[in-house]
Every structure is written in C-alpha cells, then in structure tokens.
C-alpha cells in the first residue's frame, strides 16, 4: 500500500525513513503540535517549498538541466491566483482558474523557452531562462496597474479559508486539543494536502518510465538517443511539467499569503534559496526536497532566535556574543551551507543512504 | 588501393557506406571511407589505433555527422537522420566506453533499451544463458557492476531487441581472457542467428573466430577489404596493412 503510494520509490535507508517520517507527521499534525501563529506559518511554507523544490530538481536532479526562471513559473501561479481572485472576487471557483491559467501559461512559457534553446545545448537554457526571469520581473514591476507593481496585490480568498470562519461550534466547542477550529486551520490543509498530492505525483513521474528515460539523458544523452530516445522532447516535457508544477505551488502560496509581490514570489534571491534547497537536500531524488525545504526555511525563520538565546548565554564572554549576536545569522546560514556542501556533496539524502 | 572486394550480397547489402568524410572539430579524420556490410554474418571494421574505426561506427548512428558521402541502411539514406531515428531503424549500437546508466538497475537499463515494448522473455532467457551475471544483478545498481559485468550489460542492451544490424564497438577492450572467451560466445550466438554485425576489435584473435568477411581502415580510409579467412591466414598481409602489434594482442 505505501509502497504504491510512493510509486515504489521507497527511501531505502533506516534514518532517512525515520527523518522523514518524522517531517511528516510534524507537518500534518503541525497545527497541533506547534499551535501559534508563526510556526504554523513555517509549516505552511514548507510544505510549499518542499513542492517547489521537488519541481526544481525534476529538472536539475532528474533531467540535468539548469534553470533560472522557477521563481518565475513559481511567481506566473501565484500571480494567477491573485489576479483571478482580485477581478473574479474571493471563491473557490477563483483559485482554480487562477491556479490552472497559471499553470497552463507556465507550461507553455516552458515549452516556448525549451523548444528554442533545448535543441542546442543545456547552458543556453540557463541562460535564456535567466534573460527571461530577468524581463518577467521587470515586466512585472513596471505594470503597477496590472500586478501591483512593487507593492504587489493583497487579495481576498473564501472565506472558509480565512480566520474568521469558524466551524465545530457544537460538536466540539469550536475547539480540537485545545486548537481553534477556524478557517486558517482549513487554509493549513488546503496547503498540506494541496503539496502532498503535488509531491505524489511527482515522485509517480520520476518512478515512471519516462521519468527512467529523463535519468538515461542526465547519465548519458548520446548513449539515450542511439538506443532511439529523442532527447529534446524528454527535456521539453520534463521542463514544462516542472514548470506547471512550480507554478500550482505559486498558487498554494498566494492562497496561503493572500498576497502577492516581486520580493516574495519572483526574486532572484528565493531561485539561489530553491538551487540551495536542492543540493542540501541532493540533487536526483524528491526525498532530498523534503530534507532541504525544511532545514532551510527552519534556518530562516529560527536561526536568528537560536542564535540570540545563544548569545544571550554567552553574554560574558568576549568576542563571542558579538559573533553569536542574532543581526549575523545570515553570516552563519552562509557557514551552515558551506559546510553542509562539503561534507555532504550528495546532499543530505545521498549522505544517509550512504551511496557515493 | 583495394586488393580484392568481398561482398556476398552485393546487390542488396545491410549497410552501404560510399565516399564518407567525417571532421571532428578541425580534424579530418575519415577521408572518403567506402564500406559494404553484407546481410548476416560478422563484418569486421580492423586497423590500428586511431585511424578512424570508432568515427566511422559514429558516423554510422549520427553522433557524428558525414560532411560528404551517403550513409544507406537497408536501402534507406540515413546520412542527415537523426540519431533516434537511425536507431529506431534497427540498429544497435554499443559504443567503446559501454555508456551504461549508471544510476539504474540493471533491469532499468535493460527494460529502457528494449524500445519498442515489453521485453521480450524468450530474448531474454537467451541473454541470462550467455551473461549469467546479468541474472544474479538483474536488480542492482549498473555502477555497481564490474568492468567486464558492465560491457557484458552493455552488449546484451543491444541484443535485447532483434536488430537489424548491430554495431559493437571493441567489446573485449580491458576485459580478462574468461570474460573474452564469454563476450566471444555470445557474439558467435548472435551470428549463428543470422545476425548482421559490424564489428571492431583489436583482439585478432577474437576477430578471426568470428569475422566472416575484414575491412581494413588506414588514415581515414579503407584500405583493404577481403575474405577474414585470406587476412587471417597471411601474416605477411597482416603486418603490411596492421603492423606486427596485431598478433601480440
């Protein structure tokens, strides 16, 4: 039965199992194990990033190639949302169409990019998606009257989904273990079920046959086509899936955010958080997503808390507190990665499943 | 320059290769390669290093590609096809450094090289018969593989199909005299079913027990084609066309 679900991709290590395992009863109980505003919040977002991530490496891990623009297929999902929400009003009926225009233009801005550059070779991709990520972004900030510009849009989503809905009232008070039942209790699920089904599916397209022929091309292209795979059209279709995919995660976040923005969905600073996310967690298997999803968005949001207490502890002492003082956290998250890549050059999930 | 042309079919052979230049990069390396591989048995491509017998297998399948000449395979030009669709066609190839996948099972790379549907279990029974170790590893990973288990893998990925005609790339390069004498076996299996085989090798040895017609390759260019048996009998022909080394491999 799990193994069915996993598409047989099973993590084959006895800590991996365990460490995922444990991501994942924290995150869809993470509402009740961690009830506050914020942790909720970091939960939300990993389950998002893990989607994203896992979209990112379809490409990277699975089929070889480099890309640029996933903030850009990431930021076209949320935009829909927002826009659809914004001009159609708050409903259901607005997310869906909204997610799945954004995941169509995805698709096809995919396979327009990869039609022109994947025929010749893998770095003119790199760099085109880079010239169109670039132009996007622009684009997006100049057409204020249409995105919002820099300030981006704050929309409305249903209002089950929003936290002055309330339900359960009778049955159990309005309250389960002590959490209130409310509509961004709904919202978390709306997210972790939304990114599960997502994961899901890609692990079913990596374990399937033309996710094999996708590992063939990475390991050895000339090798694929001389036993008669045409390789442009595995690239195409790899990138304009993890396209769609990057971008249904898009709308995860805008539902989740109810707002949009340059900074938040299309910088170039979250596509070198996705690439960093990939090689922590290893590059070639969705499991490492998981694993770098989490450990990066937990460095973001709490190594600056640990790091205070830290200093805080060390207060005595000198140089240290000044070193362990809470404003040099991204100093340490830059040491954190150096060393993870060193010591774990096959990511994470490499590393325990003891490899290479 | 030709002594003698052997071609049994000469009407209708599998492969007709005519006045082929092929430039890698700025480097002429074939110069008007003629070749015809007749239908069934073993043609075998013979020379020294480097004088253009790998090119030529890669003009073959299109990794290179010829600048002047034709390329037709069963009667078809296959000079400007692409490389799936000259494979596709009906050849397979096994190219001198094995290109296994690596991060694949071996059953992975087994099911993928069988592209036109399930593999087939008779086929495969025949492979398990003449590379035992491909059974015993049918689930591991192919980079776990030993060089000659991976060449064994590499040379059965070809043979999983029926094909019309089979390029195979110095099969015995590197590999111990047993494993030789099992990679020789399950060639001389694949002639015995009536195969068409394009062959390079540098065990001359191997490449007598098993080549029924020699093409010889100097500079860029055919320089002797003939019986296998009439160059494998004349040892003053073998050192003028492929100097002494030949005989010490």
């Known amino acids: ?76 999902g949320a935009y829909g949302v927002a826009l659809t929400s914004t001009h159609m009003g708050r409903g259901f009926d607005a997310i869906a169409i909204g997610s799945l225009a954004g995941a169509t233009l995805a698709a096809a801005l995919a396979l327009l990019i990869g039609l022109f550059s994947l025929r010749v070779r893998a770095i003119f991709f790199a760099m085109i998606t ?28 249903p209002r089950a989904l929003g936290p002055a809905f309330k339900f359960g009232q009778e049955m159990f008070d309005g309250r389960l273990f002590g959490v209130k039942l409310n509509g961004k209790l709904l919202a978390y699920y709306f997210v972790f079920i939304g990114a599960s089904v997502l994961f899901l599916v890609m692990l ?3 374990n399937s046959p033309f996710g094999r022929v996708l590992q063939a091309i990475r390991e050895n292209d000339f090798r694929a086509e001389s036993i008669g795979y045409r390789v442009v059209y595995y690239r195409v279709a790899a990138t304009c899936l993890s396209a769609a995919i990057a971008a249904l995660a898009g709308s995860l976040y805008a539902v989740w955010l109810r707002y949009v923005g340059p900074d938040t969905v299309l910088s170039m ?32 949001n709490y190594l600056q808390n640990l790091m205070g207490a830290a200093s805080g502890l060390v207060a005595d002492l000198p140089i240290l507190p000044e070193l362990l003082s809470a404003d040099r956290w991204l100093l340490w998250l830059g040491v954190l990665f150096i060393l993870s890549v060193y010591f774990f050059p096959t990511g994470v999930v490499g590393r325990l499943r003891g490899t290479r | 320059m030709s002594d003698t042309i052997l071609t049994p079919n000469p009407s209708d052979p599998i492969l007709r290769i005519e006045g082929v230049y092929t430039n890698i990069a700025q480097y002429h390396i074939l110069q008007g390669v003629d070749l015809v591989v007749p239908r069934g048995g073993v043609t075998m491509l013979l020379g020294r290093n480097g004088v253009g017998k790998t090119t030529t297998l890669r003009s073959i399948i299109g990794h290179w590609r010829a600048h002047q000449g034709q390329i037709l395979f069963d009667g078809e030009d296959i000079t400007q096809l692409p490389t799936p669709a000259i494979a596709r066609l009906g050849i397979g190839f096994v190219p001198e450094d094995m290109g296994i996948f690596a991060d694949l099972t071996v059953e992975e790379n087994m099911v993928l090289a069988a592209v036109s549907g399930p593999i ?78 394009l062959l390079v090798e540098q065990n001359f040895a191997v490449a007598r027990a098993l080549g029924d017609s020699a093409n010889v390759m100097d500079d860029g260019q055919m320089i002797w084609s003939g019986a296998m048996a009439e160059l494998g009998g004349d040892a003053a022909l073998q050192e003028r066309l492929m100097g002494l080394s030949m005989e010490a491999h």
């Open chain 1, 130 to 157: 880079l010239a169109v990520a670039s132009a996007v972004a622009v684009l997006v900030s100049q057409l204020s009257g249409l995105t919002g510009g820099e300030d981006g849009l704050t929309f409305k989503t």
């Open chain 2, 120 to 197: 087939n279990s008779a086929r495969l029974d025949w492979i398990f018969t003449a590379f035992p170790p491909l059974k015993t590893f049918w689930k591991s990973e192919a980079g776990t593989l030993s060089g000659g288990q991976k060449q064994m893998l590499s040379i059965a990925r070809a043979m999983i199909e029926e094909r019309k005609l089979y390029l195979i790339d110095e099969p015995t390069k590197g590999l111990a005299p047993a494993i030789i004498s099992t990679m020789a076996k399950a060639l001389k299996d694949l002639k015995d079913q009536g195969s068409s085989v």
């Open chain 1, 204 to 206: 079913r397209v990596v």
């Open chain 1, 269 to 300: 600073e979250l596509m070198i958080d996705i690439l960093l996310m990939v090689v922590i967690g290893g590059m070639g298997t969705l499991y490492g997503a998981m694993i770098g999803a989490t450990l990066f968005v937990l460095a973001q």
């Open chain 1, 1 to 76: 039965m799990i193994r069915s679900v996993l598409s047989g991709d099973l993590p084959r290590s006895v800590p991996l199992t365990l460490i995922l395992g444990g991501i994942l009863i924290c995150l869809a109980l993470a509402p009740f194990l961690f009830p506050g505003v914020r942790t909720v919040d970091t939960a939300a977002r990993i389950c998002i990033f893990i989607v994203l991530v896992a979209s990112y490496d379809l490409l990277l891990g699975y089929g070889g190639i480099v890309s640029f623009a996933h903030t850009m297929f990431f930021g076209i």
